[in-house]
């Protein structure tokens, strides 16, 4: 069992910058990749970015790219989210996920933008981006 607890949401002006974190506990940190995904009501939870179990690799959807960062510490069990210029279609709840396959799989640039591929899941944060 993995415990995620995402925190660093709120409100923010068009343009600005949030700095979004998921902690994990429970099970080993290193061994997860870690994805951030978004929801807005009425609307299907929808990726955002990956990073793999090292850290090495990251991945983005394209709507961010640019923008936002993803990063991990794997001796603080963390997982951020640095996002810059926001948008108002940004607002959303952000949540953090981790999926326990295995980083060496050829189609794991494409399995980490599933939410299915993910194992556990935090609770959400709320961003709200105002124009």
């Known amino acids: 069992q993995v415990k995620l607890v995402e925190s660093g949401g709120g409100l923010v002006q068009a343009g600005g910058s949030l700095r979004l974190s998921c902690a994990a506990s429970?099970?080993?940190?290193?061994?997860?990749?870690m994805g951030w995904f978004r929801q807005v009501p009425g609307k299907e939870r929808e990726f955002v970015a990956a990073i793999i179990t090292t850290g090495s690799t990251t991945y983005y959807e394209d709507f961010v790219k640019g923008r936002f960062t993803i990063s991990r510490d794997n001796a603080k069990d963390t997982v951020d989210l640095q996002m810059n210029s926001l948008e108002p279609q940004d607002t959303a709840v952000y949540y953090c996920?981790?999926?326990?396959?295995?980083?060496?799989?050829?189609?794991?640039?494409?399995?980490?933008?599933?939410?299915?591929?993910?194992?556990?899941w935090g609770q959400g944060t709320q961003v709200t981006v105002s124009s």
């Open positions: 996920g981790a999926s326990g396959l295995s980083p060496g799989n050829s189609a794991i640039a494409a399995m980490l933008r599933d939410l299915l591929e993910y194992d556990y």
């Open positions: 429970g099970r080993r940190f290193s061994d997860y990749n």
